[in-house]
């Protein structure tokens, strides 16, 4: 279970009694809304592990996904170095931004959440003109062949090398390549590592 914790005493708040929320996801760093809380918003959220803001424009809280039920479950809450922002690292369950995206920022801008996308969506793509879609859309024994290839090159790198560093690269992205010809999703090793770490998902 997540224990979820903030000195709430310790933070800085403006003379509406707010302090900005970012919200990321955990597991691909995509930075998914902005929001403002006040000391009771930041209460519920720790008390039920939601992230619950305060409506500026209403004048009243709200528990995101209340209605639409794209909720933030959320994993810890952390402020800044002056004390008037909380980073809010949650698991998204649908899309954040009211407009049906899964960021208010636009689609993917943090390197594995853009790299899992454009995996995926390499699965539409002319194989003539994709390798990509040629590994998705062939016989699986291709693609993970493909990853065993890739492991021996890691083997076989010298030691504290570039060429290491390349090869594992390789490597993680062809793996990313099978999970998603699998119809799985190409970023799930992150959210088991998470879990393995220390619990970033439920």
């Known amino acids: 279970m997540i224990d979820l914790r903030l000195d ?29 809380a006040n000391r009771e918003a930041l209460e519920r959220t720790l008390s039920r592990g939601r992230a619950t803001f305060w409506s500026r424009s209403r004048n009243e809280l709200w528990e995101k996904g209340e209605t639409s039920g794209n909720t933030l479950d959320v994993v810890a809450l952390v402020a800044d170095c002056d004390g008037d922002t909380v980073l809010v690292l949650c698991n998204p369950r649908g899309a954040a931004c009211h407009t049906g995206a899964a960021t208010c920022f636009g689609p993917g801008r943090a390197l594995l959440d853009s790299l899992g ?6 699965a539409a793509a002319d194989p003539r003109e994709s390798f990509v879609a040629r590994q998705l859309g062939g016989p699986r024994e291709h693609a993970a062949r493909k990853v065993g290839e890739e492991a021996v090159e890691v083997l076989l790198a010298p030691p504290a090398s570039d060429e290491l560093i390349a090869e594992v690269a390789d490597l ?8 998603a010809r699998d119809g799985l999703d190409p970023l799930a090793p992150l959210a088991e590592l998470a879990q393995r770490h220390g619990g970033a998902r439920d």
Do not use: E
């Open 8 to 36: 709430l005493d310790a933070l800085t708040y403006d003379d509406a009694g707010l302090v900005t929320c970012v919200c990321q996801d955990a597991i691909t760093g995509a930075v998914l809304m902005v929001a403002w």
């Open 117 to 122: 996308r454009t995996i995926r969506a390499r």
């Open 172 to 179: 993680w992205f062809h793996s990313m390549v099978l999970l």
